[in-house]
């Protein structure tokens, strides 16, 4: 199959969502509420063509979330650096039952855009980097994508539920919303820890999942995914290639969404596992310069969340607790376990109650046998002292992220949301001080 690449540039991706947003002007000038704290969108209901299209099975998605990070203190850079980075997205979901009759089918495009840099190398040592990162919209590439191009079709009363094409996996598996602006704390976890086979947003590959409702509340699926060196690659997000094959992703997972007690409240559990055909280095047998042997990788994942309290007699208010795990192989993964625990807090005041705080605690642990290899390279290559560019840093033990945010719904259509992180052993390396950073997320709905 010939390259999208060549034939769509990052010209022509610029010119197809600006195009877009001007064929929106004339509606958003004239729209009534636009810019209304009440209103959704920021440009409006373009006079009430927005939600008339909604409610006919087309529904638009233009999003903008940035999120800027600082070092406060600490860290392997100890000068004072800011950085920014962003992301755009532009989205269509037709409701195909809508408007063509096809019964519980729908059809989901989604293009991105991600800029920007990290704060990662100023506060981790540049030669590893921080296993988890400041700035989780930075991820995946700084570049256009073609993020989601897919159909979903449910078939007996939504008894069974198939989507296939252009996908992402943690849209699907291990999925759950979250605000923090620390990677750590995020959905698709399982796929942070070994995101050389699991991609998460917005990176996506060749796939798809069938699912399997036992009862509305209780849930079970399936994925198959290909992997394909170019799905990753800055430059390469609307290639379309299914070869070079490096090998397939096949997560399953058991899920149960119930509401609990009188006041319903909402929870989301899910247990899964992962299996990747690719051949991946086996880090203990590395020898003479060199792995000697390859081997497929494997791991797990647990998430727990569950809303404990409501306030104000409103299940839309409360405390929630969010608890997640994962376990990967030790022979071919870096990160080998992961755990973190958060609370968040909707509507703390009733004068605000649409805001929410948030507090999170991340373990990120490296692998011993990794370990090993970084001190046996270190040895063949007669490096012993740290401050040599040929020395390999020893990444050992745990790196422990930790976050406190305030989201302020300022509008309906605007979020903004100062934090505070702190990092212990940045990048699992002993000889990297501690660091505090200070960071502010901001989320516009177009």
């Known amino acids: 199959m010939r390259s999208i690449k060549k034939a769509v540039k990052k010209p022509a991706l610029t010119a197809i969502c600006a ?40 529904d638009f998605q233009v999003n903008y979330t940035m999120e800027t990070a600082s070092n406060l203190a600490g860290g392997y850079s ?66 256009w994508r073609l993020t989601q191009f897919w159909l979903r079709k449910g078939f007996f009363n939504d008894v069974l539920d198939i989507k296939a094409g252009r996908v992402t996996v943690g849209e699907d598996f291990d999925n759950f919303d979250s605000k923090f602006q ?15 086979h699991w991609y998460n947003w917005p990176v996506s590959q060749w796939g798809g999942r069938v699912r399997l409702n036992f009862t509305p509340e209780v849930f079970m699926q399936v994925g198959f995914y290909n992997q394909n060196p170019y799905n990753y690659n800055r430059g390469d997000g609307f290639r379309m290639e299914f070869s070079p094959t490096e090998g397939n992703l096949v997560p399953v997972e058991l899920g149960w969404k119930p509401q609990l007690g009188a006041d319903k409240l909402p929870g989301n559990y899910r247990v899964g596992f992962y299996y990747s055909s690719a051949n991946d280095d086996v880090y203990g047998s590395w020898r003479n310069g060199s792995n000697q042997d390859t081997a497929h990788a494997y791991g797990g994942y647990i998430l727990a969340q569950q809303q404990l309290t409501t306030q104000g007699g409103s299940s839309d208010r409360g405390i929630s607790l969010t608890v997640q795990a994962v376990m990967n192989d030790h022979k071919t993964s870096k990160t080998d376990n992961y755990q973190s625990i958060a609370l968040t807090w909707k509507g703390p005041f009733d004068a605000r109650p649409q805001d929410e705080i948030g507090i999170g605690v991340g373990r990120i642990h490296i692998n011993s046998t990794w370990t090993e290899q970084l001190k046996n390279q270190n040895r063949f290559n007669n490096q012993t002292d740290y401050n040599s560019l040929a020395y390999l840093p020893i990444q050992e033990g745990s790196e422990y992220n930790y976050e406190i945010y305030y989201n302020v719904q300022a509008t309906k259509w605007l979020q903004l949301r100062p934090n505070l992180q702190f990092i212990t052993a940045p990048g699992a390396v002993s000889r990297v001080d501690n660091a505090l950073v200070g960071g502010i997320t901001a989320n516009i709905n177009f």
Do not use: C
């Not at 009534?32 to 008339?52: I, N, Q, V």
């Not at 750590?184 to 050389?196: E, H, K, L, T, Y």
């Open 19 to 58: 195009t877009f947003l001007l064929s929106m002007q004339p509606a958003i000038v004239h729209a009534a509420d636009a810019f209304s704290a009440d209103s959704p969108w920021m440009f409006g209901d373009w006079g009430g063509t927005r939600s008339e299209l909604k409610d006919n099975g087309v």
């Open 78 to 143: 100890t000068s004072t650096t800011a950085r920014y980075s962003d992301q755009q997205a532009f989205g269509m979901n037709l409701d195909l039952q809508k408007l063509l009759n096809w019964d519980d089918t729908e059809f989901q495009v989604t293009i991105t855009n991600r800029n920007g840099q990290n704060l990662t190398n100023r506060v981790a040592d540049p030669r590893t980097g921080m296993l988890s990162s400041p700035q989780e919209v930075y991820g995946r590439g700084q570049t």
């Open 182 to 196: 620390n990677l750590a704390f995020g959905s698709g976890q399982a796929g942070n820890w070994r995101g050389d």
